[in-house]
């Protein structure tokens, strides 16, 4: 990465980019960890779908052998 910032007092008119890519490159510890916890609901909910699905299926089965 190349030192922009020479003797002629040329600036970033955006800011620091050294100090926003630091920032980007960090992120946040907990977004990360919602993240992860946030994709178990999906899956519980997907399972009990299945699980309901059967159990119809085997009701239906059951009535119509019945």
């Not at 519980?44 to 779908?49: E, R, S, T, W």
């Amino acid at each position: 990465m190349a030192n922009t910032q020479g003797p002629q007092g040329n600036h970033d008119p955006a800011g620091s980019t050294q100090m926003f890519r630091a920032f980007v490159d960090e992120g946040p510890q907990g977004g990360r960890q919602q993240q992860a916890s946030a994709s178990g609901g999906p899956r519980i909910g997907l399972i009990l779908g299945v699980v309901v699905a059967v159990a119809v299926v085997a009701a239906v089965a059951w009535l119509a052998f019945k």
